[in-house]
């Protein structure tokens, strides 16, 4: 009953920006955590940002500086703004959220299916 749904992905060249977004919906309860995640072809899948409840934002180190993570608890959502694009920022980008349902009060997480961001001249 929990979807969340990205947009925002696509293709750009060095240096330009992309802002993804992500909706959670579903029988939600309360979100906990809310995060990017991103995985290129033959790595591991890694956490890119993640921002708590109370606004509390942690970053990849290869990020920092350069990609804003926000969110409306209002709307169920979390942002991504990505600037001064790297080719090394090519990946499948996930959005995930920490959350509890309604009827169940453990923490589960929740995956999207993901949006593609190449970066490329």
């Known amino acids: 009953q929990v979807q969340l749904v990205e947009s925002g992905g696509g293709l750009v060249q060095p240096g330009g920006s992309l802002r993804l977004s992500c909706a959670a919906s579903?029988?939600?309860?309360?979100?906990?955590?809310m995060g990017w995640y991103r995985q290129a072809p033959g790595k591991q899948r890694e956490l890119v940002a993640d921002?708590?409840?109370?606004?509390?934002?942690n970053y990849a180190d290869s990020v920092k500086g350069r990609f804003t993570i926000s969110r409306d608890n209002a709307k169920n959502t979390v942002d991504l703004q990505m600037n001064s694009l790297k080719p090394e920022d090519t990946a499948v980008y996930y959005c995930?959220?920490?959350?509890?349902?309604?009827?169940?009060?453990?923490?589960?997480?929740?995956w999207g299916q993901g949006t593609q961001v190449t970066v490329s001249s």
């Open positions: 579903g029988s939600i309860f309360s979100i906990y955590t």
């Open positions: 921002i708590s409840a109370g606004g509390i934002t």
């Open positions: 995930n959220i920490k959350a509890t349902v309604a009827g169940w009060g453990i923490q589960q997480s929740y």
